[in-house]
């Protein structure tokens, strides 16, 4: 078969993201049918040129493999641009900045509601040390109905908002897992303070229309991924609409990255629909390589900013608390079935030790009785690990891939020993060891409402690994450090491993896709303090 080769690539440096201290000067990438022919020396590339082949020389850059994002939530993050206020620290350093915020907005009210986005953790960042209370929203407004998305896990509603969510002395939250286990927070009198847990699906604020939401998801993936150099993302389903326009965009081309998209069971679509082989072809797009339904994401528990993570011990601040693990045994069982079947992965969300403990036990014995899956993840797995061992034997004995952040050592790694206790400190993002054992972790943004500013910058995520420097620049478990090529190495071939796509894209592999960032730095000699601004230009 004869193969016609259309480009030739070369830079400063290649970084091919195949073994570490691999070579990186002195080459050339060779492309035919938009995939990666060969990485060889440059002066077998010169020779492609010399019989005419485009050359593509990119001077003192450095070309590498496209960053992959293994998990994130682009729909929702994307339409915070719409009809969402924008109160997260850095913008709003205290409660009254909050509430002055909201006020000078009254203006942009949305079919009846005010919409307002917090960081994750709000409490702990703003300079008040708490969330915003309820008669504080209503001193805003007490007729325009106001909620506050602290992330994806907490809210903070105003007085009109409760009422209109049905949301009172004697409402009692349904049982079940859309992000976890709904809670309201009540004071001692038995009246909703106005925090509620885990409800955002239950809360009737508006959603953005459809016809915008194209046009939100183009702007959206270029200032959240492509900007970065990402070029692959494991999108977290959000609406069926979101998807036939992810899928319309990347078809025409005005969303240039690949998207495998793991549908949201039961918050986009049932477990039936998501297994069910017609319903799944009227979701795929025409070219499975570019866009394609490859998972299914559910929910085992919470977050550790609504104390509804699953953990082994109590919550500091709520003696006798100890998180909700919100899916029984056979619904886990059924889950590994039904998406084993269909060929799908399976990716649970799991932040607390118990719950992955929990859920591993149920996993093995599942692997058991029905044999091996197409892939099952852990989200959250390696965050916290406070007996490591016993957790990573029960990954191992489930035969899970852990998917971790490391961004959330930035974001909020100094304040989960607020919530848990102090051995915390010690006990988040063992990345080193993870490497040393053998667990091919990724790096992911799990970018959502409420994200911090520059979250989905693989290249922030990447600094982390290796200054582990926290929201307040303080350093978390320096000893798991990692070395600069594995946290690069973190966020391409290992998101491409998350997602079941190894060596088809997020390395420099012959037959992988040919997607590139082009970075102006070289991120195995920059400084980490200095890495989040040597951007991708391409």
């Known amino acids: 078969m004869t193969v016609t080769v259309e480009q030739v690539f070369t830079a400063a440096h290649i970084l091919p993201m195949l073994r570490e201290g691999e070579r990186t000067e002195g080459l050339a990438v060779v492309v035919s049918g938009g995939r990666i022919l060969e990485v060889c020396d440059a002066v077998t590339g010169f020779g492609y040129v010399q019989q005419g082949v485009q050359h593509i020389d990119l001077g003192e850059r450095i070309l590498m493999p496209g960053f992959v994002d293994p998990h994130a939530h682009t729909e929702v993050a994307a339409l915070t641009q719409f009809g969402v206020v924008d109160v997260r620290v850095p913008h709003c350093s205290s409660i009254s900045e909050v509430l002055q915020v909201l006020r000078d907005s009254l203006g942009q009210v949305t079919d009846g509601w005010l919409v307002a986005q917090g960081n994750l953790f709000f409490d702990r960042k703003l300079s008040d040390g708490r969330f915003p209370t309820r008669s504080e929203l209503d001193s805003v407004s007490q007729e325009i109905p106001i909620i506050v998305r602290a992330g994806g896990h907490l809210s903070i509603l105003n007085s009109r908002a409760l009422e209109l969510a049905g949301i009172g002395r004697d409402f009692v939250p349904p049982f079940g897992s859309v992000t976890g286990q709904p809670v309201v927070e009540q004071d001692l009198g038995g009246t909703p303070t106005g925090v509620v847990m885990e409800m955002d699906n239950l809360i009737p604020f508006p959603r953005t229309p459809e016809t915008q939401t194209l046009a939100a998801l183009e702007s959206g993936v270029a200032e959240l991924f492509t900007r970065y150099g990402v070029t692959t993302i494991g999108e977290i389903s959000e609406s069926i609409g979101g998807l036939g326009a992810f899928r319309a965009g990347i078809e025409r081309g005005s969303i240039p990255t690949r998207m495998s998209v793991y549908l949201w069971v039961p918050g986009t679509v049932s477990l039936s629909e998501a297994t069910n082989p017609q319903f799944l072809e009227g979701l795929r797009g025409k070219d499975p390589a570019r866009f394609d339904i490859t998972g299914v994401k559910v929910f085992a528990d919470g977050g550790f900013s609504a104390a509804q993570a699953g953990i082994s011990t109590d919550y500091v601040h709520a003696p006798g608390q100890c998180g909700s693990v919100a899916l029984a045994p ?4 059924k889950l590994y079935r039904a998406t084993q079947q269909t060929g799908l992965q399976l990716a649970i969300h799991a932040n607390g030790d118990r719950t992955q403990l929990e859920i591993c036990q149920v996993l093995a014995r599942a692997r058991q009785r029905f044999g091996t899956h197409p892939g099952v993840r852990i989200e959250h797995a390696g965050n916290y690990a406070p007996d490591y061992p016993k957790l990573s034997a029960a990954w191992a004995a489930a035969g899970v891939v852990p998917v971790p952040q490391p961004i959330f050592i930035r974001n909020f790694g100094e304040f989960v020993p607020d919530y848990v ?118």
């Open 330 to 333: 056979d619904e886990i069982a």
């Open 421 to 538: 206790g102090q051995h915390a400190w010690n006990a988040q993002f063992p990345f080193r060891t993870m490497l040393a054992d053998g667990w091919p972790i990724s790096g992911s943004s799990d970018v959502w409402i409420g994200s911090d500013e520059n979250q989905s910058n693989p290249l922030r995520s990447v600094a982390a690994t290796r200054d582990r420097r926290t929201f307040q620049r303080q350093v978390l478990g320096a000893g798991e450090s990692v070395t600069p090529w594995q946290g690069l190495w973190m966020h391409t071939a290992g998101g491409a491993h998350a997602l079941g796509r190894a060596g088809d894209v997020g390395s420099l592999s012959p037959g992988a896709h040919a997607d590139f960032a082009v970075l102006d730095a070289n991120p195995l000699t920059v400084p980490a303090s200095e890495l989040e601004r040597g951007l991708p230009r391409g």
